[in-house]
């Protein structure tokens, strides 16, 4: 919308008023008008079209790629998994109550080691839930004791407890993504239309960035939400209903955002059938990795139905460097084992599974 001042449109009509009629004045101030403000809006629009739409993105490489399947031993029902190589880690549905964290070999995918059940004893979770970090060690909170819990594995993937420490911040950890040990970005959800970025010693962040809309409450039928990650150089939002990455530098400015000619649903109040776009996302050390469904949570719940399941891979420039159609089961929690460019993902959500999809990622380095 072009906006003139009051005063200008007035100086306009004294110079012309002792030459023209009022009728001759106001077909040439239309003209001027139309002259002026229609090529000023095609060139707005065409501005506005390349810097915010960019349908024309293109992925140097791109790939169909078929699963492989990785054994589980004993009793499982992943849902999580994380790469710290050389070992691989699972988290188990708290539905199984002992045994939630298995550790197996990313060479022979032997287990070695099982640990965690549910209770309140000192070595025991109330609520666990694993992170993913840059970190070499392995990061589980507790939510029912308001604590993380900070385990190296030595050379036998046997869980050594260095530490744990309570976040003061009255929200804790929930949902964080870590950027080293000490200081990490979460989405203030309920509380508030934000991220924050916080330190374990924060009772309030260190600086909060807003993007979701401040009227709407219910963060879960908000059609900006999005999910965060982290690395030690970089914090990414992808957004599950726009088709969104923005790229953060770690003291929370925005450096880019990458935005695809994406229609995203009308209503996404409705529970289960709003169609996704980025559902679940991994952050390496080289690259970020986003699942894009295209359909319905519902429809996603359909192991069986494999339409419209892409991973796209961008550097930490937000340069898009490949894009592989999955012709398979889709993964849900998963990660990336960037020494061997490996996806490892849970089939289901905490469903009993005898092993676990791998995608070998042809042409990364």
């Not at 993007?211 to 690395?231: C, E, I, K, M, T």
């Not at 150089?233 to 000619?261: A, G």
């Not at 469904?293 to 519902?298: D, L, M």
């Not at 990660?335 to 990622?361: I, N, Q």
Request: hydrophobic residues 40%.
């Amino acid at each position: 919308m072009i906006f003139f001042h009051s005063r200008s449109i007035k100086s306009c009509f004294f110079v012309e008023r002792n030459n023209y009629t009022a009728n001759n004045m106001k077909e040439r101030f239309i003209k001027r008008i139309v002259l002026f403000v229609f090529p000023l809006t095609l060139f707005l629009y065409g501005v506005l079209f390349t810097s915010c739409t960019t349908s024309d993105i293109h992925f140097p490489l791109e790939e169909t790629l078929t699963p492989e399947l990785m054994p589980l031993q004993g009793v499982t029902s992943p849902f999580r998994v994380e790469v710290k190589p050389p070992f691989l880690i699972i988290q188990n549905d708290l539905k199984q109550r002992d045994s939630l964290f298995h550790v197996y070999d990313l060479t022979s995918y032997e287990l070695k080691y099982a640990f965690g059940r549910i209770g309140e004893g000192p070595d025991e979770f109330v609520g666990p839930w694993m992170f993913y970090s840059p970190l070499p060690d392995l990061l589980i909170e507790d939510y029912g004791k308001e604590q993380v819990f900070r385990y190296s594995l030595d050379e036998a993937g046997i869980p050594q407890l260095k530490g744990s420490r309570h976040p003061l911040f009255v929200y804790g950890t929930s949902n964080a993504a870590f950027i080293n040990d000490s200081l990490y970005v979460m989405d203030a959800m309920f509380a508030a239309p934000s991220l924050y970025l916080l330190g374990f010693d924060d009772a309030s962040p260190k600086k909060s960035w807003s993007y979701r809309d401040p009227n709407l409450l219910d963060y879960f039928s908000d059609p900006n939400a999005g999910n965060v990650y982290a690395n030690e150089n970089r914090i990414i939002l992808c957004y599950e209903f726009k088709k969104q990455i923005d790229f953060f530098d770690t003291e929370l400015n925005l450096l880019h955002s990458v935005v695809f000619d994406y229609e995203p649903p009308a209503d996404t109040t409705n529970d289960g059938t709003p169609k996704k776009s980025y559902a679940y996302g991994y952050i390496g050390k080289r690259y970020f990795y986003a699942l894009f469904f295209g359909v319905s949570w519902n429809d996603h719940q359909n192991v069986y139905n494999t339409c419209g399941t892409i991973l796209e891979v961008f550097d930490m420039d937000a340069n898009p460097v490949a894009r592989y159609h999955l012709d398979g089961r889709r993964p849900s929690g998963f990660a990336v084992d960037e020494e061997t460019f490996t996806l490892y993902g849970a089939g289901a959500d905490g469903d009993p599974e005898d092993y676990l999809l791998m995608y070998k990622l042809k042409g990364l380095l």
